[in-house]
């Protein structure tokens, strides 16, 4: 069974930029939640998608959006890159269907880097 | 917003020893509390996880302890290796109706063989 496979592994931009990550979740599951990884900041919850809707969403500006696709794959995109977006964005991707826990798999992540 | 909390930030343990990793939570709808395992350069992959009808769960030397009242849990770790060197989250869901999972700021532990 394939795992949660997240494109491209490393990007580097320029400040003003916009950029575009995706995510293919694990087969059969529906939800996909992104993660903004810093050193100082540990795993930042940044939004989650199900059924191409977004549920929830944690505290970040509106320059980070994202969507998904009836085949449940998942985009991020960032706006008006800033500095301070350097970040390992990570993916997860889950079975749960209403608002049960199940296991979260994450994938290897997108390392951003902003110059 | 939950927040979970989480120590210490690092860890040092000898090889063998018993690693102990804290976390505690604020409000949650739902039980179910995750520890999740990072090696530099890979995600976060889903170490062990506990559903508090018990407050204890075990595999293999990896131990979570679930205390409901005082809202913590915790992660040993027995007989630690150096294999087990790693970047350790907790995680709790939200208080929200949607249960998405918040993380500790991580514990990085270094077992010395």
């Known amino acids: 069974k394939a795992g949660v496979t997240q494109t491209p592994r490393y990007l580097i931009k320029t400040r003003g930029q916009q950029v575009t990550l995706s995510c293919s979740p694990i087969?059969?599951?529906?939800?996909v939640s992104w993660y903004q990884q810093t050193p100082g900041q540990g795993l930042q919850f940044l939004f989650e998608?199900?059924?191409?809707?977004?549920?929830n969403k944690g505290n970040f500006p509106g320059r980070f959006s994202g969507r998904q696709f009836s085949n449940s794959r998942s985009e991020m995109n960032v706006s008006t890159l800033e500095l301070g977006d350097s970040a390992l964005y990570l993916c997860a991707s889950s079975r749960r269907t209403g608002t049960l826990n199940t296991e979260a798999f994450f994938g290897q992540g997108t390392r951003l880097t902003v110059v | 917003q939950q927040q979970v909390k989480q120590s210490p930030q690092s860890l040092i343990v000898q090889k063998g020893g018993i690693s102990i990793i804290n976390c505690a939570y604020e409000n949650t709808a739902f039980d179910y509390f995750p520890w999740y395992q990072q090696f530099p350069g890979k995600g976060p992959a889903l170490l062990i996880a506990i559903r508090p009808d018990v407050s204890e769960k075990k595999e293999g030397r990896f131990t979570i302890s679930f205390n409901k009242s005082a809202k913590q849990f915790s992660l040993h770790i027995m007989d630690s290796q150096p294999g087990d060197s790693a970047t350790y989250f907790c995680a709790a869901p939200d208080g929200g109706s949607q249960g998405n999972l918040i993380f500790g700021k991580g514990t990085k532990l270094s077992v010395k063989p």
């Open positions: 998608y199900f059924s191409e809707t977004q549920r």
């Open positions: 087969s059969g599951h529906r939800s």
